[in-house]
């Protein structure tokens, strides 16, 4: 069962607003990703939390914050965003193990987000 | 950075027909993945491709993992309604990294 659960599933919040995006999976998956999709385009990765650790920030602006609680779940602290960081943010997780089926990439339904 | 070139962009097919498209890359990949994504949700793993020639079904989808690590293809056979959607292919392009590389898509629509 390949399950990364995403909560909201759709946000809207305005510029000033302070909201979380949260991801959760099972799977027992040591690697959780937070990835940014515009429309027609293919997902950008933002984030790689590696054994809870922050292993990659692919220069990602300081409104958007992560955080990895523990192994299972992964919040994105959103804060005086701006209305071109609408998009759909997608969470993933995989093993974590190196190669192979190890970094195999599984992604959640994703959460919709619109600034306004 | 590596980037994968996709192709085709775009597909409008006829119900039943078989589809074909294929990524290429001027780097060696060492695994390639095909994701599904219809709107609204996110990608959904269809084959996960290890090995240079390792050739994989799921059901009437076939994907290749070309001998020389640099391209793949993935084949849908006997197409229906619910194909419909966008197929990224992606990879690794080092061993154990966890960036994921993008083709840009191919976006498929059949006619019934």
């Known amino acids: 069962d390949t399950e990364v659960t995403q909560t909201p599933k759709h946000l809207v919040m305005g510029m000033t607003n302070k909201k979380s995006l949260k991801c959760e999976q099972h799977?027992?998956?040591?690697?959780m990703y937070w990835y940014k999709q515009k429309a027609k385009k293919p997902p950008e990765l933002m984030f790689v939390y590696s054994y809870e650790k922050l292993s990659i920030n692919e220069s990602v602006p300081s409104r958007f914050s992560p955080e990895c609680p523990n192994s299972s779940l992964l919040n994105l602290h959103l804060h005086a965003l701006q209305p071109e960081d609408s998009a759909l943010y997608l969470c993933a997780s995989s093993q974590g193990s190196t190669g192979g089926h190890g970094n195999t990439i599984y992604f959640g339904e994703g959460s919709w987000l619109t600034v306004v | 950075g590596q980037q994968l070139n996709q192709s085709p962009q775009s597909m409008f097919i006829q119900e039943g027909e078989d589809v074909s498209m294929n990524c290429t890359s001027s780097?060696?990949?060492?695994?390639w993945l095909w994701y599904k994504q219809e709107p609204g949700e996110g990608p959904v793993l269809l084959i996960a491709?290890?090995?240079?020639?390792e050739l994989t079904s799921n059901g009437r989808l076939t994907a290749q993992f070309g001998i020389t690590r640099k391209d793949s293809f993935l084949n849908i056979s006997a197409s229906i309604p619910s194909d419909v959607g966008i197929y990224f292919c992606?990879?690794?392009?080092?061993?154990?990294?966890?960036?994921?590389?993008f083709g840009q898509g191919t976006r498929l629509t059949i006619n019934p």
């Open positions: 780097s060696i990949f060492n695994t």
């Open positions: 992606a990879g690794h392009w080092i061993q154990g990294a966890q960036k994921l590389v």
């Open positions: 799977m027992g998956h040591r690697a």
């Open positions: 491709l290890y090995k240079a020639g």
